[in-house]
């Protein structure tokens, strides 16, 4: 594995001698720069070619979320975000994601080594991961757009799409649902993330979509031009049946780590809409992957990370897969949907 070159960009001249501590204790990681801000931070990268970039979001002058912003236009790199654990920085942590951050992890209250291991204990192997994720969540994507274009009815052929996605990928997440029409398929939505951001992100993908886009209940109807998220920590989500299917709630202990699943979302649509399910997995790690498993075996089309640990993207139904550009995946699912 090549070693992450990581510039660390905070204001704070503590929080940057913390981190670059914490990240420079790993043999797989170099600190190549320390930046107080987006100027000095443009400079280090144009000289250092750092491979990794982290940055705090509020910072004096131009903001971590303006600075990530032109970065993402104008030379997009991997980019792992702090912000503070304030209702502003909730909101700040959700923009961030949206322009493609991809993670954005709570500063600690205190500016001390336990608080900052605590805080961000996963950091490490965030930021070692972060350029091949980054790479298979940005193959062939393409520019943010506005609003799915819904003068033309669009002609639903009955199938159920299921998304799972964690906070990494939040932008293709909203790049995916973006181009959904307003009265499109009906989509059931699991995204590991903080509790905290659940509020945020649900009215940022109600005020960026076309679809409605509801939190999930016990008893809800899916129905066409839905999208139905599920809030994390508090239940797992299934459809009862399919067609004419309805969101249940369930009231059991974490599965692969996670509550709500991703897998088992995924694996009761198998068994209730089959060949009918069109499932898009953008999330890493364990969850997910017996989910996309279950749709592919009952014959149903599933969008996952390659399983031969190339860091691409792959489509497959029943034993055939094929790879898949990021930038694909929105006209796959809608074609696959499409009548």
């Not at 600075?67 to 702090?82: C, D, G, W």
């Not at 694996?267 to 749709?295: H, N, S």
């Amino acid at each position: 594995m090549a070693k992450a070159r990581v510039l660390v960009v905070d204001d704070s001249l503590t929080m940057r001698a913390l981190v670059a501590g914490m990240l420079e204790k790993d043999k797989n990681i170099e600190i190549v720069g320390l930046a107080d801000g987006a100027a000095e931070a443009r400079q280090m990268v144009r000289d250092l070619k750092p491979t990794v970039m982290t940055l705090d979001v509020e910072m004096p002058g131009m903001s971590g979320i303006e600075y990530l912003a032109e970065i993402m236009e104008t030379a997009p790199m991997p980019v792992i975000m702090f912000s503070t654990l304030t209702a502003k920085g909730a909101d700040s942590s959700i923009e961030a994601l949206r322009l493609g951050a991809l993670d954005c992890y709570p500063k600690p209250t205190r500016a001390t080594p336990d608080e900052v291991q605590k805080a961000i204990g996963q950091l490490a192997k965030t930021v070692k991961e972060a350029p091949a994720r980054f790479r298979a969540l940005n193959d062939g994507a393409k520019k943010p757009s506005a609003k799915a274009a819904t003068d033309a009815p669009f002609n639903w052929n009955g199938k159920l799409l299921a998304v799972g996605a964690d906070v990494g990928s939040t932008k293709p997440l909203f790049d995916l649902l973006g181009d959904i029409p307003k009265d499109g398929p009906p989509a059931l939505v699991v995204q590991h993330m903080r509790d905290e951001l659940a509020d945020g992100m649900i009215a940022k993908l109600s005020a960026a979509l076309g679809p409605r886009v509801v939190e999930a209940s016990d008893g809800l109807k899916l129905e066409r031009g839905m999208i139905v998220v599920a809030r994390p920590g508090t239940h797992h989500v299934y459809v009862d049946r399919w067609p004419d299917g309805v969101v249940r709630m369930l009231d059991k202990p974490p599965f692969a780590g996670h509550r709500p699943s991703i897998s088992l979302m995924m694996a009761t649509i198998a068994k209730t809409a089959a060949e009918q399910t069109v499932a898009v997995l953008l999330a890493e790690g364990e969850d997910g992957v017996a989910g996309v498993q279950a749709i592919r075996g009952a014959r149903g089309y599933a969008i996952a990370p390659a399983g031969d640990g190339s860091g691409g993207l792959e489509i497959g139904r029943g034993m055939a897969v094929q790879p898949i550009k990021a930038g694909a995946i929105s006209e796959t699912v809608l074609g696959l949907c499409r009548g």
